[in-house]
């Protein structure tokens, strides 16, 4: 059974910061990785997808890379600002049953402090 | 717009009450999907459809039921079965196509209390 982990479960950093938030996943056959953005209350935001023929993807400030083989991906966030504090959420979708079904972590929370 | 619609965005039911969660997506997209989260945890998968007339049960299909009856449409019953539901649901879409590299868009969620 795939299963999907962010550590850590929360970050506070102050503004301007360069971070890293993880994510790792114990079965490697995977289609691909998506990574999501979600505010308080709200429903999930799509930032990134990298399919599982990719090492990484690129949008703006943000940054995914995936390493199948270990098992683990990176969201790399350049020049962190106030507008990033969310939760960030990594979830896989699987090669073994249906080829539409994601398994998520349970997320990062990141707050940015000005 | 294109986008996928949630109704209500809170819904109070009381105990032993059937209630239903509407979401409805004007992407053409032919797969639909509905999620549940609980405080400080992932997505967990209810029910999904990848066309019109057909689902199939998640992870946690215990004590819920939905409907595909129409493209843009698929509603989540949750029954008085299901024994702990006050979550946040969240309704997802995403295109069809051989394969599994479709990205799933989200809609906003329905945060649902039972009283």
């Known amino acids: 059974k795939q299963e999907v982990t962010q550590i850590p479960a929360a970050l506070s950093v102050p503004e301007g910061e360069n971070l890293v938030l993880n994510c790792s996943f114990t079965d490697s056959a995977i289609y691909n990785l998506q990574w999501f953005r979600q505010d308080p209350g709200k429903g999930l935001t799509s930032l990134l997808l990298i399919q599982s023929s990719q090492r990484e993807q690129t949008s703006g400030r943000l940054n995914a890379s995936l390493d199948k083989s270990s098992g683990r991906s990176t969201l790399y966030i350049a020049a962190s600002q106030p507008g990033d504090s969310a939760t960030y959420l990594c979830a896989v979708r699987r090669r073994s049953g249906s080829a539409r079904q994601l398994t998520f972590g349970s997320g990062t929370q990141l707050t940015v402090l000005p | 717009d294109g986008g996928i619609t949630q109704s209500p965005k809170y819904l109070f039911r009381k105990e032993g009450q059937n209630v239903t969660l509407s979401c409805e997506q004007n992407?053409?997209?032919?797969?639909m999907y509905w999620y549940r989260q609980d405080p400080g945890q992932g997505l967990r998968l209810i029910y999904y459809s990848q066309i019109v007339n057909d689902f199939q049960k998640g992870d946690i299909a215990e004590g819920y039921s939905v409907s595909r009856e129409k493209k843009e449409s698929f509603p989540l019953t949750v029954t008085s079965a299901q024994k702990n539901p006050t979550a946040f649901y969240l309704c997802?879409?995403?295109?069809?196509?051989?394969?599994?590299?479709?990205?799933?868009?989200f809609g906003p969620g329905t945060r649902l209390t039972v009283l």
């Open positions: 997802a879409s995403s295109p069809s196509g051989a394969g599994g590299d479709n990205e799933q868009f």
């Open positions: 992407l053409n997209h032919d797969a």
